[in-house]
């Protein structure tokens, strides 16, 4: 199980991004990330990777420090090196007996041409191969079904549950909300630099109500006025 412990982060002085955020992700489960644009979804997958250091708060994994060593992160905007093919960037990959062709033709990518050349989908479909290939124990996923197709997006939503099954934990955000409740076991609601609401599967829908309720009657009164 992974525990946030009053995890803090700002990026200056001035706002926190993470407020003593307090979280425990549970393996065998899928969780998924909700929150408005700029609520801090990124940044909290970043710090729970070590790519930011928190300022106060404690990350664990089954009660020892997490390391990025446990972690796969599939990041949302993936960056490759120039003049590489995918089957090279596969291989440069660390880890396991994982047979790039067996894998690949799940997606039928052309593993010889350039990354710089694959479209946007493609890429992420490489980088989710690059992801599996590394096994790690804890999956952290943003905004993964972005930019694939209906297929890929299909194939990656039972992976994805197949992993889980595994014993895999798994964190991923999405902006569209269905995507999330498809495939995730429990929903964490992030909002003013903290979970505030969180919710299993039988429950789903009342959390998409309130979610959708709370937009709602922001929004409605303003939109009146301007076109009214
Ligand atoms: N490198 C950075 N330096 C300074 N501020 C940043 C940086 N990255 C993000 N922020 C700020 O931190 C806040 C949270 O951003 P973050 O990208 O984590 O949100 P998000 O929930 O992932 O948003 P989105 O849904 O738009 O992807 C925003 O106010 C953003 O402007």
Redesign the pocket.
């Known amino acids: 199980m992974i525990s946030v412990k009053d995890l803090c982060f700002a ?2 002085s001035d ?1 926190l ?1 993470l407020d003593h955020l307090n979280l425990e992700l549970k393996e065998n489960q899928i969780h998924g990330i909700v ?10 997958l ?1 710090t729970l990777f070590g790519l930011n250091k928190p300022l106060e708060g404690k990350l664990l994994f089954n009660g020892e420090p997490l390391t990025k060593k446990q972690i796969a992160y599939l990041v ?1 905007e993936n960056y490759f090196y120039a003049n590489i093919t995918a089957r090279e960037y596969l291989e440069l990959v660390k880890n396991t007996d994982f047979n790039i062709e067996e894998w690949n033709a799940l997606f039928g990518l052309p593993l010889d041409d350039l990354i710089e050349n694959y479209s946007t989908g493609m890429k992420k479909k490489i980088a989710f191969l690059a992801m599996l290939k590394q096994d790690k124990a804890i999956m952290i996923l ?2 993964p079904f972005n930019g694939l197709d209906l297929e890929s997006s299909r194939i990656i939503r039972s992976l994805l549950l197949k992993l889980k099954e595994k014993g895999k934990t798994i964190l991923l ?1 999405s ?1 569209v909300l269905e995507t999330l409740t498809n495939v995730c076991d429990k929903l964490h609601h ?1 909002e003013n630099g903290q979970i505030n609401y969180s919710c299993e599967k039988e429950d789903f829908d009342v959390f998409e109500q309130k979610i959708y309720q709370t937009i709602e009657k922001r929004n409605q009164q303003k939109i009146e006025e301007l076109l009214d």
């Open positions: 990026y200056s706002k991004i929150g408005l644009n700029g609520a801090g979804k990124t940044t909290f970043h949302t943003d905004e955000t902006h992030l």
